[in-house]
């Protein structure tokens, strides 16, 4: 079964400043989708930036990047010129390609803080 | 990008009786998975809503304390059946749209007394 790891509960970055949040994963897949969820106080889960496997190029979504290293099993977040609203549990996600196993599984979170 | 209504959004509710929460999907979406999380926790799935058949359900979670249903493509709903306090914790709903994205429900928040 795949397994997800977050190994920082918690995290503090200065606003304005570059921050990463760390995932690793565990799987015998070669096809697969990861993804990195933000959720705050509301419990909204939103999507941040989402990963294809088979692609070589780390994904961008404005100010959040990912560094994709699929033979580490790795899947860190970058978050640039943290703001504010970035302070949120953020959880790294993994789904598997296959039809037969749709559900997500995901990482315990990281709690990130944005100091003003 | 789906939106997916939930409610209630938080109850108040005794021991031993069930609860119904409810999901709605602006459009229409495969696949809707329930999950529930505890305080400060991670998502952990209860089980995979299936269009016109029987849910699917993870180990640990069984169909008669949590029955689902799943009469079409954009709705769905999770009953919390004879709650006891273990219940007390978030419930959250999410939808498959395209692209394998996973959509979700604001949550609700469920506290048994």
């Known amino acids: 079964a795949q397994t997800v790891t977050q190994s920082q509960p918690e995290m503090s970055v200065q606003e304005a400043e570059t921050v990463t949040l760390s995932c690793t994963y565990d799987?015998?897949?070669?096809?697969?989708?990861l993804f990195w969820y933000k959720q705050p106080p509301s419990r909204q889960m939103i999507l941040v930036i989402r990963q294809e496997a088979y692609k070589q190029q780390n994904a961008t979504e404005n100010r959040f990047s990912v560094n994709f290293q699929k033979a580490a099993k790795s899947f860190s977040l970058k978050i640039s010129d943290s703001q504010l609203g970035d302070a949120a549990m953020y959880f790294c996600?993994?789904?598997?390609?296959?039809?037969?196993?749709?559900?997500?599984?995901f990482g315990a979170g990281t709690r990130l803080t944005v100091k003003p | 990008s789906a939106v997916i209504s939930q409610k209630p959004s938080r109850d108040i509710c005794q021991r031993g009786t069930s609860l119904t929460i409810q999901c709605q999907v602006d459009?229409?979406?495969?696949?809707m998975f329930w999950y529930r999380q505890q305080p400060g926790q991670s998502l952990t799935l209860i089980a995979t809503?299936?269009?016109?058949?029987?849910?699917?359900?993870e180990s640990g979670f069984v169909i008669d304390k949590f029955p689902i249903s799943r009469p079409n493509l954009t709705f769905s709903t999770l009953t919390v059946s004879n709650m006891s306090p273990e219940d007390s914790s978030i419930y959250l709903c999410s939808g498959q749209g395209y692209n394998e994205k996973l959509f979700f429900g604001s949550g609700t928040q469920l506290s048994v007394l």
């Open positions: 799987t015998s897949e070669s096809d697969y989708y």
């Open positions: 459009s229409q979406v495969t696949m």
């Open positions: 996600a993994y789904r598997s390609y296959s039809d037969n196993n749709n559900d997500m599984r």
């Open positions: 809503a299936n269009q016109g058949s029987e849910a699917t359900y």
